[in-house]
């Protein structure tokens, strides 16, 4: 199964290049073609903390040899280098595709087996000779779509490998790396406080924060919000969002293993617009 998650959007013809890609050189490799899954192609673009967490939400459910392509990508083009990664989480082999700018840091606790650079020199030969590449429709490296023009073609070839036990990946990668991992900021920690900030806003303008959810065990006196000067007391952490129905604001856990400031049917997010910018949200929560 192949993952893909990018920051491109739904406007323009990019995932769709992305997929065919795919298929083309699936086709070529002569390999039933994948199961081709979209963890999401709206992440802000060029932010990569939402990417992983949202990878990191997809961990536990995706299966054994998974690859997940992963461009979220303002370094296209420049030495960051692109990168193919394999890592053993609670032993399932998952394979990533990628720049090496940190997203690997969803896997940051995982077994790391090995990251090698995808070699552009290598794809740009097999091109001139008319190779896989070119055949299977990559006639040239494009400087502003590497996930078109390399990262799609090589999660086809590592997908066709992990298949028929081939070894046609090596053909196109060179040097072991060292990973960039880049993890979700921790929250400040003191004795009697936790405080934290958005991390994070979801489709329906629910803000994430980088408050563990786990902070539940513990015996929380209030939780306050600030954002430029006002202050939002919340009197708990809400099992659900019907339960906020008459609060301006609710903090509630939320399926991604952290603390979400929400409202009910309505965007957090355009709410707190009105006081300021979501990045100016701290929250504090004091415990008993």
Known sequence: MIYLITDYGERDYFV???????????????????????????????????AILNIKSMLDLIPHRSII?????????????????????????????????????AFANSKHSFTYQISIKKIERDI??????????????????????????????????LVKGSSNIQRFISKKIKPSYLKIPDPLVSENQ???????????????????????????????????????????VY???LEGQNRDLIVIANSFGYLEISRFKQSA?????????IKNVKICISLS
């Open 239 to 241: 099992k659900n969002y």
């Open 69 to 105: 392509v992963c461009v979220v990508d303002p370094e296209v083009g420049s030495s960051v280098l692109p990168c193919l990664s394999k890592h053993v989480y609670k032993k399932k082999e998952i394979f990533f595709i990628g720049r090496n700018n940190g997203i690997l840091g």
């Open 128 to 161: 001139k000779r008319g190779g896989l590449f070119y055949k299977s429709g990559i006639k040239n490296i494009s400087n502003t779509f590497h996930g078109r023009d390399v990262f799609a073609p090589i999660a086809s070839i590592l997908y066709c490998d």
């Open 16 to 50: 769709c290049a992305i997929k065919t890609v795919i298929i083309n050189f699936c086709r070529v490799l002569n390999v039933d073609l994948p199961l081709i899954f979209d963890i999401t192609h709206n992440i802000c673009s060029y932010e990569p903390i939402p």
């Open 269 to 277: 997010e355009d709410f707190i617009k009105n006081f300021g910018s």
């Open 194 to 236: 936790i405080c934290g900030r958005v991390v994070y806003s979801d489709k329906f303008g629910n803000l994430v924060t980088n408050i563990p959810s786990s902070i539940l065990s513990l015996k929380i006196r209030r939780i306050d919000i600030e954002i430029n000067g006002s202050v939002f007391t919340i009197d708990r």
